[in-house]
């Protein structure tokens, strides 16, 4: 095997090994001595160092040697290539699956390797938004379903309802046992809806809203989202890729910039747009903040709140600290992020990020009334405006970037590991 660059490469190979060799010795993580913690946490980032060092210099060649066979690998089939290719640079798909079965405080963080190579990757001008462009694809999923969905009208998956009515499409979020928390099946679901409604020539407009509840403190009532599931976190279901990031780059940008599908028009607009509604019911905690930052416009009941309690929860809310102070500004961002601020829908600050609030038995007719103003035929060519101006393509990649790392970092934080575990008995 030919290595892109070999002037570190026995460096990083002897680290490499020296890790593995450590792994197989000790025993499993979470029965490990404070010294023997301590020995392979030092391992760990010497090798991760090294890695650093030679995927600042190599990685467009790297990537070069991953796609050469298949271009537009998406974030996960481009890891598990890098896997096969170049094993001391990621983790292998058995140590992936080893952890896999572990609560968070008891893996390894292989998941930090993969964040490292990601941040490589992104931070390049010439592989960065290669891979961008790879995740703004429609998903085979989606393109199995599509038949359905053009010809019902409806397609239900576990998290999500998708229902098309008069040009618009009503993603409803329904996970009521959870109260709408996203997990790695809940992404998957999202990314779903928010094809089908972006490839379906019928639909205009896209709604999101939470449905009615079960859980015995909201029964009933409808929730729009609780963030993050942090009983999945805990047992070590949120993964760095198949959640964290794809929920960025996948389905969340796909709202923001659009469907990259081959369509009429792709001479001069290669991407499918539609704009977004976010409905909130009760509350948007983190991740359901995030959401909103997404959307063309927000509208409120009278008695929600939203907040991103990052701070709380010891991660990085997403593309949040990208996007929020856009909205707000720097102060408010930092107090909504660094110290947990609620913004009440009725308060004067909460005008910053809600366009419309009203009483919760009317927010039916509110949405059906901003559906029809964002049917205008200038309507998506004024948001790709927008957008192009507020989130430009190099700033958000080399965002994302940095996220990879410093989120595969938070993850396994001690901070996290012990808040998680308190939290995952609790309902936000």
Not at 199 to 221: C, F, I, S, T, W
Not at 263 to 292: C, M, N, R, Y
Request: charged letters at 25%.
């Amino acid at each position: 095997m030919t290595v892109p660059g070999p002037d570190v490469w026995p460096s990083v190979r002897a680290a490499d090994t020296l890790v593995r060799k450590l792994v197989a010795q000790l025993p499993e993580p979470g029965a490990r001595t404070a010294g023997q913690r301590a020995e392979i946490a030092a391992a760990k980032d010497a090798a991760r160092a090294l890695r650093v060092r030679y995927l600042d210099g190599h990685a467009d060649a790297v990537y070069e040697r991953l796609t050469a066979r298949t271009a537009g690998l998406r974030i996960e089939e481009l890891l598990d290539a890098a896997a096969a290719e170049f094993p001391v640079l990621v983790p292998s798909p058995e140590q992936l699956a080893r952890d896999l079965g572990r609560r968070q405080a008891d893996k390894e963080g292989w998941e930090i390797d993969q964040g490292v190579f990601l941040r490589a990757v992104l931070r390049s001008p010439t592989a960065g938004p290669r891979l961008l462009d790879a995740m703004l694809r429609p998903t085979p999923r989606a393109l199995g379903l599509l038949p359905e969905f053009t010809r019902t009208g409806v397609v239900r998956t576990r998290s999500v309802l998708l229902e098309r009515q008069d040009g618009v499409a009503h993603l409803t979020m329904c996970r009521d046992d959870c109260l709408n928390a996203e997990d790695n099946e809940q992404v998957d679901d999202m990314e779903t809806a928010v094809d089908l409604a972006l490839l379906d020539p019928a639909v205009q407009v896209g709604v999101l809203r939470g449905g009615e509840m079960n859980h015995p403190r909201y029964r009933g009532k409808r929730v729009f989202s609780a963030g993050i599931n942090l009983k999945s976190l805990h047992s070590g279901g949120i993964s760095l890729t198949g959640f964290l990031l794809r929920r960025e780059t996948g389905y969340i940008r796909k709202m923001v910039a659009g469907l990259l599908v081959d369509h009429d028009g792709a001479w001069h607009s290669p991407t499918v747009e539609k704009p977004w509604i976010a409905a909130v019911d009760t509350f948007a905690i983190g991740g359901g903040t995030q959401l909103l930052l997404a959307c063309d416009q927000v509208l409120a009941a009278s008695d929600a709140y939203l907040s991103l309690p990052a701070a709380r929860e010891g991660i990085v809310p997403g593309a949040g600290n990208f996007r929020l102070g856009r909205h707000t500004g720097p102060r408010i961002s930092r107090q909504i992020i660094l110290t947990g601020r609620r913004i009440r829908a009725t308060e004067p600050d909460a005008r910053l990020l809600i366009d419309e609030v009203v009483e919760p038995d009317e927010l039916d007719a509110a949405v059906a009334r901003s559906a029809e103003r964002l049917k205008g035929p200038a309507v998506v060519a004024n948001r790709r405006m927008l957008n192009a101006a507020e989130e430009p393509p190099e700033e958000f990649r080399r965002y994302i970037a940095e996220f990879a790392l410093q989120q595969a970092l938070r993850l396994y934080g001690a901070d996290v590991i012990s808040k998680v575990g308190r939290f995952a008995g609790h309902t936000k």
